[in-house]
């Protein structure tokens, strides 16, 4: 098992800067892979970013340029920093953890870009 525990959603104007955080409650030593999905109201729930095996990172082309994932290992927790926001970046984010063939999400932060 594994809790998510995400913080660092809010209100921001557009081009303004947020950073969310996920800090698991195991090791991300033994975790396959963490990341960061959104979901808009009726809408599917989209990755944003993932840190893959070898330190690799992946982005939803919308976010290229803009949003940085990292991790912090002694604390456990993967960070998404996001820079230059929009309006349709507006979305509740989801942290997501992989283990093996088991899927594991935090309970989602509301971040909201006014115009």
């Known amino acids: 098992q594994v809790q998510l525990v995400e913080s660092g959603g809010g209100l921001v104007q557009a081009g303004g800067s947020l950073r969310l955080s996920c800090t698991s409650s195991?090791?991300?030593?033994?975790?396959?892979?963490m990341g960061w999905y959104r979901q808009a109201p009726g809408k599917e729930r989209e990755l944003v970013a993932v840190?893959?095996?070898?330190?690799?990172?992946d982005y939803a082309d919308s976010v290229k340029g803009r949003f940085t994932i990292s991790r912090d290992d002694a604390k456990n927790t993967v960070y998404l920093q996001m820079n230059s926001l929009k309006p349709e970046d507006t979305d509740v984010y989801y942290c997501?953890?992989?283990?093996?063939?088991?899927?594991?999400w935090g309970q989602g932060t509301q971040v909201t870009v006014s115009s």
């Open positions: 997501n953890a992989r283990v093996n063939e088991a899927n594991y």
């Open positions: 840190l893959l095996s070898g330190s690799r990172k």
């Open positions: 195991r090791s991300i030593f033994s975790i396959n892979t």
